[in-house]
């Protein structure tokens, strides 16, 4: 089985991977699939202080393989220009004369890791080339339970002993030790801060996402995602100047919400002379999804597996425009009220991520709030939480599940981005305006089309979404957790 994007790090060199290059660091074995770029961070004075791994914006280019960057200061070993990377990517440094890694800020380019076997990788799959591993019955028991959707939060994995980096966390290979870098106390991103405006914010990462956008399709990446909801809108706004240099397409699914996607992409296509296509999905060829779940080493099940042929089939051989991440800026995991909350349990928490509830996810939501510094605001905790749980245990292992060379990216992955957000006043971030405002400021007319919704009497082909979006977001959860409840049921009888 082929592992594209895929990385290797062990204290011994894997000799029998054709096409990957190996090489040695800080007394350790980087084996890479060909196809990830290796970029190299020096200091003022030339030293190395670093390797990047992935695909990496910075300061409006896509970094080709073979770049040095120069970073002007570090701090905890860190790049003071860390939170200006963007894209997917693992970046390797010295820490205390020992080799450390972090991910990206989003945790989009995953790490893997097994203190017991001394080794670390971009999956389990890339682990077992050097030796077979254990399932962990307890954790992937725990994890299951009537969800389309199986993934596995708070860094666990369903392999014995293998654990996954989070975002904003390092790690240090010589005891295989992940300590949270940020927030810290009495840092940056506890509470909002009440002297920042939306409108500042919103213009702020506008720039940002302009620039990101610009530096892929400058670089040939000129394929987007296009449906009717706020991420693809953001992304689509932050290309109108060079709309024309780009293709936009949507995975044509038989099924009401993708149907309306379709619907209203089509409709702003026509509406802004856009290049568009709608791509029919094609179902997967026999034994593509189990070669899929196998390449993300069983770490992710959902319906972006069922996507495997369709990936293939229309492989764009480029980095297509995605917006993932865009949902941090929508509050996804608040309910009303909670710009005013002082506490959050851990049950609140599993609730608003929809993670199966039972004794051993309380206790690993119990660790990961522990984690959290003192003093940190409910809001920022939720919205970290969507970072660390969602985006690092759930984007970043499915990654790897397609079997082509370039990952998607999105333009919005960087830490600037992710602390301009916690740096509003919580009860701004409540009033969720500011993907309205950033369109606003971009590319205005593109407000002329609703969000996920029709227009005129169009609205009739989708009662069902005008419905769900007519309901405060406690219920629509509410409705969910029974629905998750009833297919659990279902399939404990089944096995019975």
Known sequence: MQLPKQFLLAKTPRAELPGWRKMEYLDWWLSLAPEVPLIRVRNSSGCDI??????????????ADGDTVESSAQ????????????????????????????????????????????????????????????????????FSG???????????????????LMPNH???????????????????????????????VAKSIAQCLRTNVKALVDAGHNVAHLTGGFDSRMVLAASRDFRTKMRFQTVAVDDPRTRLDCHIAAQIAR???????????????E????????????????????????????NSYCHEITGTCGESMRTAYWYSGDEQKETLSARELMRRCEFVENEVTENLAKQWLASLPSGISVGNALDIAYVELRLGCWAGPSMYGHDIALPSISPFNCGRYYKALLSLPEPLRAQNRLCHLLIQYLWPELLRFPINRARGLAKLLFLQQEI???????????????????RGRDREVLEK
């Open 146 to 164: 009537g969800k389309r959707e199986q993934w596995y939060s708070f860094g666990a994995t369903p392999y014995a002993g293998v654990q996954r």
């Open 170 to 200: 390092r790690l240090t290979l010589s005891d295989f030790r992940s300590t949270r870098f940020f927030p810290l106390p009495e840092g940056d991103g506890l509470r909002g801060n009440p002297e920042i405006d939306t409108q500042s």
């Open 287 to 314: 034994g593509e999804i189990e070669q899929w779940l196998a390449r993300t080493g069983g770490c992710i099940e959902d319906t972006v597996a069922s996507f495997c042929t369709t990936a293939r089939v229309y």
């Open 271 to 285: 509406e802004f002379s856009l290049e568009y296509r709608k791509l029919p999905f094609v179902p997967p060829a």
């Open 468 to 486: 769900r979006l007519m309901l405060p977001a406690e219920l629509r959860d509410h409705i969910k957790r029974l629905l998750h409840g009833l």
């Open 75 to 142: 701090k905890q070993g860190l790049p003071e220009e860390y939170d200006e990377y963007g894209g997917r990517f693992i970046f390797l440094f010295p820490h205390n004369g020992d080799l450390a890694a972090v991910t990206d800020p989003g945790g989009l380019m995953s790490l893997v890791y097994s203190a017991e076997r001394g080794i670390a990788a971009s999956t389990p799959a890339a682990m077992q080339l050097l030796g077979e591993l254990q399932w962990d019955e307890k954790i992937r028991q725990a």
């Open 50 to 63: 670093g390797l990047l791994l992935g695909w990496v914006l910075w300061r409006g280019r896509l970094l």
